[in-house]
């Protein structure tokens, strides 16, 4: 696509797929940058900020990273800003792994036996480093943030988030595929742990 490009605006050289990315990152994170001096917040919905109606929240476990797989040494560009830091997610998912007594057996909607989310998972013993992204939007379909699966889906993820954004917005409903189990354990979670500082 790259070589048509350039073909059809007659220049003779080739255009290097890598720089060409590589550069376009860099003029994403400028813009970026010059939205940030212009107080331009990102992933912030302009139809229904500061009072939204619904936030949903929805996994997908299909976007692997495989531990082999190189990386990079030079910092991200835009760390924290969409997909919540790792450190922050585990920290939290440990502190509320501390206060759960684990509970066997399926969870049960209904029904309907399901594995969509649960309330323990061990890290994946595959050669996989991260499993999915959980992902949190508007009823407009504005992305609001993520983060990183490592445990497969469990209620910690979706609490996260819902955390992170209730300090933001003021949101009257709060939606997921597994609402009828994730409100029984958000009530026990909540009786737990102190409202102060989550």
Known sequence: MLGHRSFSTGRTGR?????????????????????????VEPFKCPACTP???????DGNRKHYRFKKSRGTDEPSLFDGLFIAQDSKVSAFVDKIRSQMTIKSG?????????????????????????????????????????????RCEIYAYPMFLQKELAEVANASCFCMDVDCRYWPYLEKMAAKLPPTTD
């Open 106 to 150: 399926r969870d049960v909607c209904g029904p309907a036996t399901f594995t969509a989310c649960r309330e323990t998972s061990h890290k994946s013993r595959a050669k996989v480093d991260e499993e999915g992204l959980q992902i949190a939007v508007c009823r407009h379909d504005i992305l609001l943030q993520g983060l990183n699966h490592y």
């Open 15 to 39: 255009i290097c797929s890598d720089t060409f990315h590589r550069v376009f990152r860099e003029f994403a994170f400028c813009n970026y940058r010059q939205e940030d001096l212009c107080l």
């Open 51 to 57: 009072d939204m109606l619904a936030i949903a929240v």
